[in-house]
């Protein structure tokens, strides 16, 4: 939380210089939309368990750069309800006889907790994470414990982290509770969350993001679609309402099934999803000669690569609408689209963080070749 201190409003002025510094060279950049409650908002909440110097068990977020524990008690940004649930937790552990995991010596059992919450649904997902499969003969009565302090978890998870990592969560998941997964509705679809599967962590202005991307994209419900760097497939499962047919690609399988998984349930039959790199995929749609009217784009923070932007030329849909959690990389990105056959139309930043340095920016980008009113 690097803008601790600093009030809601200045925050939102310097990430729109910040933005503005780095894009106004493309166009206009529209103000910043900022939340009306900039508090409280982060849907999941990550502690790690360790101990302090008297041996007392904390919970908290590591020191930066280190994996030195800072004892985090409440923090504004975090949901209330799941940071109480990691505070019961924390009080439980003597009486359960469950030590907490020492890095350094490879001793002890829990390493963090992880809990999730559908704000739409309630639904409440808590996730243990422990060092060794080999469970203590009182979890049953734990997570019994647990829900009588918190009927509102509705399934717990216990997860296998057993290497020297600095990942949050191992392979092995374990349902204790529950179905496994929590379920949320974004924009009137419902989408279902498994421990280790992305999700925005800020709903309510996911819904604004999505909402202008959509607003941006203007479909019609003739058009094809790729929804790249899908995650589950939530933005192509909105788009599909308006499309003719969606194509998602994802690198991640467990993503793609929950992206197969949130279609079905949302008895959607227009999306399809595909593992894969999305720059592959799109060089594959360019090589068969495919026409696609609209591409939705949202990578990582590292951007897109050439060979994405390439064959994305190739391929020269009417409109790119692109999502991205990093103006630089967007900024360096829209450089390249820019020289051939793009023109940038808007540019939308989206406060999805407050309290952090972090700005999200949609934008809209048109061909000029196809562009209507071109003869
Ligand atoms: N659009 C989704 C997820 C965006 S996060 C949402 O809003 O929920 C970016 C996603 O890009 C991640 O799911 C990550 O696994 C995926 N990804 C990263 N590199 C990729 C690549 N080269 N090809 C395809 N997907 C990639």
């Known amino acids: 939380c690097r803008y601790q201190g600093v009030s809601y409003q200045e925050q939102l002025r310097r990430k729109q210089r910040i933005t503005e510094g780095l894009l106004k060279k493309f166009g206009k950049v ?3 939309i900022g939340m009306e409650d900039p508090y409280y908002y982060r849907n999941k909440v990550h502690a790690a368990f360790g101990r302090d110097r008297k041996g007392n068990v904390i919970s908290g977020i590591y020191e930066e750069k280190s994996h030195r524990i800072v004892s985090v008690d409440d923090c504004m940004i975090e949901d209330k309800k799941s940071q109480e649930i990691i505070r019961t937790i924390r009080g439980m552990l003597k009486s359960f006889k469950i030590k907490t995991y020492d890095e350094d010596t490879g001793y002890g059992l829990l390493r963090h907790v992880l809990v999730r919450r559908g ?9 243990l994470v422990l060092a060794s499969p080999i469970l203590p003969s009182s979890k049953n009565n734990f997570v019994k414990a647990l829900r009588k302090e918190h009927p509102e978890i509705t399934t717990v998870v216990l997860n296998v982290n057993d290497r020297q990592t600095s990942m949050v ?6 349902v204790l509770y529950g179905p496994g ?12 969350i498994s421990p280790s599967s992305f999700y925005q962590v800020n709903p309510v202005q996911t819904e604004v993001l999505y909402g202008k991307a959509m607003e941006f994209a203007a479909m019609t419900g003739k058009e094809r679609v790729i929804d790249a760097y899908c995650g589950t497939g939530t933005i192509g499962i909105i788009a599909s309402g308006n499309a003719r047919d969606v ?3 994802e ?3 467990d993503a793609i099934r929950d992206a197969r998984m949130n279609a079905r349930e949302n008895k959607i039959r227009n999306v399809r999803f595909v593992p894969g790199d999305a720059g592959w995929f799109m060089e594959g ?9 609209v591409v939705l784009m949202d990578p990582p923070r590292s951007g897109s690569d050439r060979k994405f932007l390439h064959s994305l030329l190739t391929l020269s849909p009417e409109k790119i609408v692109y999502v991205s959690c990093n103006p630089e990389t967007l900024a360096r990105d829209l450089a390249c689209l820019t020289k051939r056959d793009y023109l940038v139309k808007k540019m939308q930043p989206v406060d999805m963080f407050p309290l952090t340095d972090s700005v999200e920016v949609v934008c809209l980008l048109e061909n000029r070749r196809t562009r209507p009113g071109r003869a």
């Open 119 to 127: 704000f739409t649904t309630g639904q409440v997902m808590v996730v």
């Open 169 to 174: 969560l191992g392979d092995r998941n374990i």
């Open 251 to 253: 690198l991640n399988r």
């Open 30 to 32: 529209e103000p910043i």
């Open 247 to 249: 194509i998602g690609v």
């Open 181 to 192: 997964f929590i379920k949320d509705r974004l924009m009137g679809l419902t989408f279902r």
């Open 285 to 293: 749609m360019a090589a068969e000669g495919e026409k696609v009217e």
